[in-house]
């Protein structure tokens, strides 16, 4: 026997961080990459009924329901920022933390939107494809034009962290910056964000070149990317969504990108994911990335250390670094 904590992680650890836990906790580990189910879930928990402590992805969704099945549970620690998967309300009425990492994968996820605008603007996969199939025979005046960057009006949806370190990289292409957030940033933050402005929802999408998607996801934000916010895009704009699927009606935008009502999208978040709407497939005028914004190596091992900082000094001190509330 051990007085240690029980903790289950629901998703794969790079080894030094299973081994830091282990000499706090009782850890039982899985390497395994899995979604879990809901009657899967319930059966782990069931199977772990001492369970204090939780390390998780976005693999497993704590629902009111299934807390039930988890009565020694104490603390959830994500490795991520979002937390859609747990519900903070019926984790709080049970006195169980919840964390996540904020700010850790501020730069990487501003990289990446970047890196898919850039590809859905200019057609790089569909000319790597392209290629790759043996048909490029002789150059062409017309082949894959797309859209430029540099010069053009970049438009913000959600201008936290994220949202303005992708405003600070656009300096570099010369581009006016518009924004809309629930609450306007300071002058200061503007001025640094490449001197962003704060326009409507309806200005935004009307002006925008090329629209960024960086706000959380919420019922409140659910489908705030409509048939009717793309109806008032811009015929030859870019939608690129590194937020979280819901945010988008994927229906909606995949009818908007076979009806011309937008020019293209890129895409690393998507409704029901992994299980997205095979219509995107179909698709010549999208760029499709797995949900890989954060996935440069030392951000992944900074996010999962945070929430073992997290786990380690909930049970040592009787707080956290990084309570969500």
């Given at each position: 026997m051990t007085n240690k904590p029980r903790l289950w992680m629901t998703c794969p650890a790079f080894p030094e961080i299973i081994e830091q836990l282990s000499q706090h906790f009782e850890v039982d580990a899985s390497q395994e990459e899995v979604s879990y189910s809901e009657a899967v879930l319930v059966e782990k928990l069931r199977a772990r009924g001492d369970l204090q402590a939780v390390f998780t992805a976005g693999n497993a969704r704590f629902n009111r329901a299934i807390l039930q099945h988890a009565p020694a549970l104490k603390i959830i620690a994500?490795?991520?920022?979002?937390?859609?998967n747990i519900d903070v309300r019926a984790c709080t009425e049970r006195g169980i933390a919840v964390t996540n990492t904020p700010d850790i994968l501020n730069q990487t996820t501003a990289d990446f939107a970047w890196a898919l605008l850039l590809a859905t603007a200019r057609r790089?996969?569909?000319?790597?494809?392209?290629?790759?199939?043996g048909q490029w025979n002789k150059w062409q005046l017309r082949g894959f034009l797309g859209a430029?960057?540099?010069?053009?009006?970049?438009?913000?949806?959600?201008?936290?962290?994220?949202?303005?370190?992708?405003?600070?990289r656009s300096m570099g292409f010369d581009m006016q910056v518009l924004y809309h957030n629930r609450t306007r940033i300071s002058p200061e933050?503007?001025?640094?964000?490449?001197?962003?402005?704060?326009?409507?929802?309806?200005?935004?999408?009307?002006?925008?070149?090329?629209?960024?998607?960086?706000?959380?996801?919420?019922?409140?934000?659910?489908?705030c990317m409509g048939a009717d916010e793309f109806a008032q895009m811009r015929p030859g704009a870019i939608l690129i969504n590194?937020?979280?699927?819901?945010?988008?009606?994927?229906?909606?935008?995949?009818?908007?990108?076979?009806?011309?009502?937008i020019?293209?999208?890129?895409?690393?978040?998507f409704e029901n994911e992994p299980h997205f709407n095979p219509e995107w497939?179909?698709?010549?005028?999208?760029?499709?990335?797995?949900h890989i914004a954060s996935a440069s190596e030392p951000t992944r091992r900074a996010m999962q250390q945070c929430a073992v900082n997290n786990l380690i000094r909930f049970f040592e001190c009787g707080d956290v670094l990084n309570l969500v509330k």
């Open positions: 994500a490795m991520t920022v979002g937390y859609d790089v996969t569909e000319a790597e494809q392209f290629l790759r199939l430029d960057v540099h010069g053009k009006t970049l438009g913000i949806l959600g201008m936290g962290r994220i949202g303005q370190a992708i405003a600070r933050q503007e001025a640094a964000a490449n001197n962003a402005s704060y326009v409507s929802k309806q200005e935004l999408l009307e002006r925008s070149d090329h629209l960024i998607l960086m706000l959380p996801y919420t019922e409140a934000t659910r489908h590194t937020a979280r699927g819901g945010v988008v009606d994927d229906g909606a935008l995949i009818a908007a990108l076979k009806n011309g009502q020019a293209g999208a890129g895409l690393d978040v497939l179909t698709l010549s005028n999208v760029v499709l990335t797995p």
